[in-house]
């Protein structure tokens, strides 16, 4: 049964603390990790990893894929109050074009 | 780009009505949509895979005749429950993939479902 699974499952920090959100799968057919960042209603598309080692970047977030460890990590480095959401990994299934989501961590800055 | 509007945001309706959920994908096509389930504090569970033109495919464990799901264009699916339960009320959410250079997936905002 294809799983996704996050790890911490919760996180408060401090404002301007680095954060590194955990990831692992076991996907048949993978084509590629998904990260996505939720607050108040739908998820917002954060990364797409397909390719083991690369990391991608988009302002204070990073986030890189290890294939051979079936997993990836999602860093945010000096958070903000802003930052506080869930962030949702999810495991794209290259056969039925479907994606499957871990439970996400939620995590909380405080100011 | 890759708009996909979900409407109603939010509907609250009595036991034993049925509810329907419209999804649709604006300015592209999409010939597949997908239906999750979110509960409090949870993470969002896959419902069913909605194909245009075709018969959905239910994720195991969902009843394909409590939660109908229609795909009759390439920018429409519709998610209707049945003969609603208190226990139905959830926030439910559509998405659809556009094939672009993120493969990413669009989301539509949600729809809060709250049964009384």
């Known amino acids: 049964e294809d799983k996704v699974v996050q790890s911490p499952l919760s996180l408060v920090v401090h404002e301007g603390d680095t954060v590194t959100l955990n990831c692992s799968y076991e996907v048949t057919n993978f084509r590629s990790l998904l990260w996505y960042k939720q607050e108040k209603k739908a998820p917002t598309f954060l990364f797409m990893l397909t390719s083991s080692g690369i990391e991608k970047k988009s302002g204070r977030l990073s986030s890189i894929l290890d294939k051979k460890e079936l997993s990836s990590i999602l860093n945010i480095t000096a958070t903000q109050t802003g930052d506080s959401a869930i962030y949702l990994c999810?495991?794209?299934?290259?056969?039925?074009?479907?994606?499957?989501f871990g439970k996400g961590t939620r995590l909380h800055i405080l100011p | 780009g890759a708009v996909v509007s979900q409407h109603p945001s939010w509907v609250i309706c009595k036991s034993g009505t049925s509810v329907k959920i419209e999804c649709r994908s604006l300015d592209f096509q999409a010939t597949t949509m997908f239906w999750y389930r979110q509960f409090p504090k949870q993470s969002l569970m896959l419902m069913a895979t909605?194909?245009?033109?075709?018969?959905?495919?239910?994720e195991q464990g969902v009843e394909k005749d409590k939660f109908l799901i229609n795909h009759a264009s390439l920018t429409l699916s519709t998610l209707t429950v049945t003969s609603a339960h208190p226990e139905d009320s959830s926030f439910y959410i559509c998405?659809?993939?556009?094939?672009?250079?993120?493969?990413?997936?669009?989301f539509g905002s949600g729809t809060r479902l709250t049964v009384v």
């Open positions: 999810a495991g794209y299934v290259n056969r039925d074009d479907k994606i499957i």
């Open positions: 998405s659809a993939s556009r094939r672009n250079t993120n493969y990413g997936y669009t």
């Open positions: 909605s194909n245009e033109g075709s018969k959905a495919t239910y």
